[in-house]
């Protein structure tokens, strides 16, 4: 066992810790077991890092906070074991999950969309829970697909709530995480949370399960935060058109920006995704009266009175499926397509008489204007046999550098005489050729290149020989602060952060750099140097000259947890991008040099540009150190 998991066993004497089962920048997250227990459960201990409760006052706020929450009871629910505060650090032990959360699902059956009992069934079981916590005054104030764990049973049970105390402290992964914000009503952004918010998380939720999509997918959390305020969500029948309509429209309206349009509870909410309107067939029913025909029985079935139960049957064809929900069959291949996305059984149409024939003709213009088109295109290439050239008429006679004869017909000769010796031909060319006109030649262009490569870090960096035209060096003490090559024009600026996350001083020196300006100065391992941005999607960029002068840029990033993607592309778009991902380590910090050498065809207002994102973890971070060119 690690040495962490060292320190957490001495730290819960009480429990048997196996393993660290994640680590995140603001949790670690451990399986333990009571050891004298005679069910052998499994437990999860969580620890909030980034909760240090110094004062007494914040450490009895938690407490009091936790043990409301662990008086929760519910089905659906997953139950708390035992809270506590273990070196001024809070912690959570709750039972143990084993088939993983709902996320997990979404990623490992990313082709498919749920089945609608399924989906009802998870909605309802997730609904029910956050309508017993409010009923409790307790808000959930998280509500994701990360937050949502399976038992043995396959049962969903809601954990991770988002305490008051939690939200009042500035956590560096939340307010950067962007599963978080895609589920976040737009209130949340103003710092409340409340029972309407919950609901528009689960909204959310539905939406994607049903969909196959958040509702705002955007790269940054910025982008999705406006969006969430300003912007309407796209109907979920536009991406999965067997929906039926009553449950499309119960979603749009628990995702409305007002909090006073939504649901008065999300107990409503889910009553209504179960709740089928009542079709004409009902109610003639339910007052004696019986369905004359067959056919009005069929057009009674509309979209917004399908059963929610049979809405997509297993063993029904589509094409009756979709005249139940009047969706207009178009092809069996599109049939298909969708049949695979929601699970559901398939079985193809038969084609009419009139669309077979229809077919054959389709097919056979098809081949006949093919055939056109090969013979138009042969006889456009093909030489007319009429307009070749004679061999003997073509040749050019030179007399003299400026005079040249035109012979229509060869010359006859006079008796006693013999042709004249300058007029014989000097030269023939063949046939068919003509004479070629010398063109001044010019000095060839420089063309554009760019090259890449990543090495691992060097033990020793001097910033002096490697820089010669230019050097920057961050984070010796804060973010904003950077060494620079003494004595010439910088050459490029400092970087931009991309995504909304802020950059700071990063206390690990990957690969244990040793920086040298000139005379040498030591900069060892797990001493301040370079600059870090956490969250998916974050990262660097950088903008650097670009001319007709070959130049050679090193530039130092480091990931921690994480992967790491590099992408260093000119401006004139003449090349391709150079692109590596393989800078990649789930479980401590790494460090990397990548050496680009590029230049541009044209010297004015051309550039460099590279970017270093975080492409993987979310609570990993990605690290800038320095760049040097020459």
Known sequence: MKDNDNAISSAFREYQVYAQIARKVSSRVYLAQLPNSATEQRLVIKVLEFMYLQSQHEQNT????ATA?????????????????????????????????????????????????EFLR???????????AHNHAIVHGNVKPENILFNTNDEALLTDFNLPSMRTISMPTHSLDIRSVNYMAPEQFSGRADKKSDQYALACIAYELLAGRVPFPAMACSTVRMKHATETPLPPRRFNPYLPEHVERAVLKAMEKDPEHRYASVLDFVTALNT????????????????????????????????FARAIPDAVPFETTALQQGTRVKNNREDALIAR???????????????????????????????????????????NPSQKLNPASSTTIRVTPTVQLRP?????????????????????????????????????????????????????????????????????????????????????????????????????????????????????????????VLGTNNGFLLSLPAST????????????????????SLSDGSVPAYVDASLNNANDILGGVYTITYRSAANNGQHLTITFINSNNNYGGVTLQAVTMR
Request: glycine residues 8%.
């Open 62 to 65: 938690f407490l009091q906070e």
């Open 69 to 117: 929450l662990a008086r929760l009871k519910h089905s659906s629910i997953l139950p708390i074991v035992d809270v506590g505060i273990e070196k001024n650090l809070p912690y959570f032990v709750t039972e143990y999950a084993p088939n993983g959360s709902l996320y997990d699902r979404l990623k490992r059956e990313a082709a498919f969309l749920l089945p609608l009992p």
């Open 122 to 132: 998870i909605l309802s079981q997730i609904g029910q829970a956050l309508q017993y």
């Open 276 to 307: 089928v309107p009542q079709t004409p067939k009902a109610a003639a029913a339910s007052s004696g009266a019986t369905v004359s025909t067959a056919a009005d029985a069929a057009l009674s079935a509309s979209p917004s009175v399908v059963p």
């Open 341 to 383: 996305r929601i699970g559901v059984g398939y079985q193809p149409r038969k084609r009419s008489a009139r669309e077979t024939w229809l077919a054959i003709v389709m097919a056979c213009l098809v081949i006949f204007a093919t055939l056109g088109l090969l013979r138009f295109f042969t006889l456009a290439h093909t030489p």
């Open 408 to 532: 229509t017909s060869p010359p006859v000769p006079v008796q006693g005489t013999s042709p004249s010796p300058t007029a014989a031909p000097q030269s023939s060319p063949t046939p068919g050729s003509s004479a070629v006109t010398p063109t001044p030649t010019t000095a060839p262009q420089p063309r554009s290149m760019l090259t890449g490569s990543l090495s691992a870090p060097l033990a020793n960096v001097n910033l002096t020989n490697e820089g010669s035209r230019d050097w920057i060096h961050w984070g010796l003490n804060r973010s904003t602060e950077a060494d620079r090559k003494n004595g010439v024009a910088p050459q490029f600026g400092t970087y931009t952060v991309i995504g909304n996350a802020a950059a700071q001083p990063y206390n690990n020196n990957p690969g244990g750099y040793t920086w040298y300006d000139g005379t040498p100065t030591t900069v060892v391992r797990y001493t301040p140097t370079g600059v870090f």
């Open 549 to 568: 002068t070959l130049t050679t840029v090193r530039v130092y990033v480091g990931v921690f947890q994480t992967q790491g993607t590099f992408n260093a």
